[in-house]
């Protein structure tokens, strides 16, 4: 732990949040739409993701169990190929679609002093390229395990998700010497209630409905991020 009095952070989801869009989805896309859909993704499990991503978004499913089956599914892939995929992925279509009220309120918690981190279930094939991008060096995501080169199929856990945020928050809290309790978090979704409820300051961004509801009966700040 650092020496001194604890640290304020601020803390950003990534999909849907800090981005116009979920990750995931969005390389569902660019894959399609560079022929490259079945070096990644079997066949028969592509009505499946497409079916749960809907799901989700409707609050009709817990998608760690789409987590997980996407890193069994990608067990024996080579590191350093997944690495040069994500980079060209998110140079052509994650980057334009990076809200600029986010890059904003990044730049105002930076003049404040404030620890920055990003904090998302996606892996870190998309969420440290979005930390470098936006010179936020601490990232806290779903861990996809890499062995000999290769991915396992295996994810860290917990999976940053809902309770599991949390869990690594507070790991990452007490190793970076900062207090939870006086900072800010900005997400979108009511799966990040969990963490939410331990920040000075919850913001929603672009809520989905149940965090809309739920930020106006708790007087949460909501920002509507174009």
């Known amino acids: ?21 979920s990750s995931g989805r969005m390389l569902f896309t660019w894959l399609r739409d560079k022929g490259m859909l079945n070096r990644y993704f079997r066949r028969r499990d592509i009505p499946q ?31 350093a190929e997944m690495w ?25 918690h930076r003049a404040q002093g404030h620890r920055l981190v990003i904090c998302s279930g996606s892996s870190q094939f998309a969420v440290d390229l979005m930390g470098a991008h ?24 917990p999976l940053v998700f809902a309770e599991g945020k949390v869990f690594w928050m507070n790991r990452w809290a007490e190793e ?14 009511i799966s990040d209630r969990p963490l939410l409820e331990v ?6 961004v672009n809520p989905d409905p149940k965090l809309a509801r739920l930020a106006r009966t708790r007087g949460w700040d909501v920002l509507a991020w174009r």
């Open 1 to 21: 732990m650092s020496d001194g009095p604890p640290q304020v952070a601020a803390i950003f989801d990534m999909d849907d949040t800090l981005l116009n869009g």
């Open 49 to 79: 993701a497409i079916l749960a991503a809907l799901l989700y978004k409707l609050h009709l499913l817990d998608p760690t169990w789409l987590i997980l089956r996407m890193g069994r599914s990608a067990a024996g892939a080579d590191a």
């Open 84 to 108: 040069a995929i994500s980079r060209r992925w998110f140079d052509e279509m994650l980057v334009p679609a990076i809200h600029q009220d986010g890059v904003a309120k990044v730049a105002w």
């Open 134 to 157: 936006l010179e936020i060096d601490e990232t806290v995501c779903t861990e996809w395990i890499v062995q000999a080169g290769r991915l396992t199929g295996e994810l860290r856990q």
């Open 176 to 189: 970076k010497n900062v207090d939870l309790s006086r900072s800010y978090f900005y997400t979108d979704h």
């Open 199 to 204: 920040v000075a300051h919850p913001v929603a």
